[in-house]
DNA sequence: CCCCGGCATGGATACGTTTTCATGCATCTC
DNA sequence: GAGATGCATGAAAACGTATCCATGCCGGGG
């Protein structure tokens, strides 16, 4: 199983490998030597070597790719989106999956960097402060559908950020491009329909990574913001159950739940179901993502739907297109779809 | 931006770069040598190039893994086993999507081929015939879900081969093994659970890729069986529907459908509402994928489990692991999960 | 004492490509 | 017509690694 290089094309071809790859790479050439090397080359079937190329061009073209979860049909959905603009522009794309585990996360991130892949889309799980320096070390990346958060302000660290700022002067922050989704007007819509509902009550359950959203949820609420009524899940569908019922259970003052993600609304459904809770009746829901099956759940759910492969398809689009090279961020809308899992608060009793 | 190489570690360390190749990929060396680079190659945060050792060995590590959609989840779950195992052996995974066209997947396997990348985990869109030449050029092909059908005979190319047989010795086939749900015993199960209740025109609602399956329904039902009641769909939502609503509209007549993925479940509960039919009263309905929704649609449906994520696994684990190197195929178990999609057929009325 | 085997080591090579640079030829300009 | 300009072309270098092979050292056996 001999590879047939562009050696073989050259000799086959009479002419020199660097005419070769100008030929096949664009470059400048007599037409009748080009008609020649592209026909011999097709004669023999030659195709490229991907790893001569990276090789010599001390990187490897492709994408990175790294979510919490593919089983998730909102990051299933966003990884199509990426797949697809990845083969519009002809890239090669390496997917990890990270469970949200910050750990996994960075590994995986050693493996992009081992095989110099150079752009990454990410929906971070890992600190801002984890991200800084990948960024800063030449990686081109993008994060989708949600920001690294800023690691919980610890002492020690602050000091060494300090000293740092006395001896050097400051670094300016590295500029990562992003898409989201517009959770600040998304939240805010939802949260106008349930307290449009009569509802007072309202609960968030999240996930790890939600504090944007946790954020909007609680500026859309203002006054009736009950941080109580915040339980973030990790990222797997025990956590997020676990969340659910033990939100459900502990607070029967709460008449409405907004769930941030299809795999949370699950969780809620599940758990309301055990304990009883007829949705709309005794609790409404909003969930974040219009999964299909939210037409077929009982009820029907009103969901927060965000564009998912777009989102994706865009973060690609971000990383690779060269020409958007100093791009700024993107914030695309969401859509609140009425269905049937929201009702008008009933009177207490 | 300079990368550390080898040649670096080897200067640092005051030995050859063969000695530091050895020490790092486990060759000998003397204590105090390996102790002393290994230092340095910490201190220095070295990290091979896979670009380099890539091409010294001609080849790349890592697996590719072409499937249909990862919008479906029962893809989802399955691409989440296959990370997970070459998570476990350390190896990359390149993704590809092919939408379940021929064409598109035979573009990856050529982006696979360019990077060298000789290993890789399929759900077959592309007919036995588009594959069995990249098998036969060295690459390890493992096929999960499903395999590959024969191109529908066609008189020419059926000649070819005949003209072929005529010139060389036989090839033997090139042996690519497999994992597999058990599609036999599962749908002889979910048949016989339907036929159980009463049920005597069933129809199967499958996708692209569903030979094997359509003959185990064939086979289950037996004298019952009616090919105007296999109905296949492309891969997408747009197509499942079609068929779905297709027909139910046109066979009045059936009283259960057995459902070949999650998509298509989707699509006949979709459809079945559209037209008035209530499950399970007017219409059983069994669905290939114990989805988690499937529990929570209205009515929860009753499943054909496979163990989505375990067929990956095991898929990435015969392709990448090389002491299963001979390994032979595997077909894994199913389970009815019944839940509340079917009844008794009602007499007729 | 000499030779030989074993082992640690480093130099050199090859992997397949792109790109730089020099060369040669032809055409254009004054 | 001579020098200048442009273009097509090929030789060679470089990318970072693994491995082959030769070298030198050591100790043991004859």
């Known amino acids: 199983m001999q590879r047939v290089t562009i050696k073989d094309v050259a000799e086959a071809a009479g002419v020199g490998v660097a005419t070769v790859s100008r030929v096949l790479s664009g470059g400048s050439a007599s037409p009748e030597t080009r008609e020649r090397v592209l026909a011999?080359?097709?004669?023999?079937?030659?195709?490229?070597?991907?790893?001569?190329?990276?090789?010599?061009?001390?990187?490897?073209?492709?994408?990175?790719?790294?979510?919490?979860?593919?089983?998730?049909?909102?990051?299933?959905?966003l990884a199509e989106g990426?797949?697809?603009?990845?083969?519009?522009?002809?890239?090669?794309?390496?997917?990890?999956?990270?469970?949200?585990?910050?750990?996994?996360?960075?590994?995986?991130?050693?493996?992009?960097?081992?095989?110099?892949?150079?752009?990454?889309?990410?929906?971070?799980?890992?600190?801002?402060?984890?991200?800084?320096?990948?960024?800063?070390?030449?990686?081109?990346?993008?994060?989708?559908?949600?920001?690294?958060?800023?690691?919980?302000?610890d002492t020690e660290s602050l000091g060494d950020l300090e000293v740092l700022d006395g001896l050097r002067p400051p670094r300016r922050p590295v500029e990562v491009p992003s898409v989201l989704a517009d959770d600040r007007t998304g939240m805010r819509t939802a949260v106008r329909y349930l307290t449009g509902l009569g509802h007072r009550r309202i609960a968030y359950l999240g996930g790890a990574g939600h504090a944007r959203r946790v954020a909007a949820f609680g500026e859309a609420l203002g006054p009736l913001f009950d941080d109580e009524l915040v339980v973030l899940a990790e990222t797997s569908r025990d956590s997020a159950y676990a969340a659910a019922a033990g939100l459900l259970q502990s607070r029967t003052d709460l008449?409405?739940?907004?769930?941030?993600?299809?795999?949370?609304?699950?969780?809620?459904?599940?758990?309301?179901?055990?304990?009883?809770?007829?949705?709309?009746?005794?609790?409404?829901?909003?969930?974040?993502?219009?999964?299909?099956?939210?037409?077929?759940?009982?009820?029907?759910?009103?969901?927060?739907?965000?564009?998912?492969?777009?989102?994706?398809?865009?973060?690609?689009?971000?990383?690779?297109?060269?020409?958007?090279?100093?791009?700024?961020?993107?914030?695309?809308p969401t859509e609140l779809v009425v269905r049937g899992s929201c009702a008008p608060r009933r009177s207490q009793g």
């Open 40 to 77: 011999v080359a097709a004669q023999l079937d030659y195709r490229p070597s991907a790893l001569g190329r990276n090789l010599r061009q001390r990187r490897t073209g492709g994408l990175g790719l790294l979510l919490p979860d593919l089983t998730d049909a909102f990051y299933g959905a």
């Open 82 to 153: 990426v797949l697809a603009c990845a083969r519009a522009v002809g890239e090669p794309v390496q997917v990890g999956s990270t469970g949200g585990d910050p750990e996994q996360e960075a590994e995986l991130v050693g493996a992009l960097l081992e095989q110099s892949i150079d752009r990454v889309v990410a929906v971070p799980s890992g600190s801002q402060e984890s991200w800084t320096p990948v960024a800063r070390a030449g990686m081109r990346v993008v994060f989708a559908d949600r920001l690294p958060e800023a690691a919980e302000a």
């Open 255 to 332: 008449t409405a739940v907004v769930a941030g993600g299809n795999l949370l609304g699950e969780a809620a459904l599940l758990a309301a179901r055990e304990l009883d809770l007829r949705l709309p009746k005794d609790l409404s829901l909003v969930m974040y993502d219009d999964v299909p099956w939210a037409e077929l759940s009982a009820p029907p759910l009103t969901v927060i739907a965000q564009p998912a492969r777009e989102i994706g398809y865009r973060a690609a689009e971000l990383a690779l297109r060269p020409d958007l090279r100093r791009a700024r961020s993107v914030l695309l």
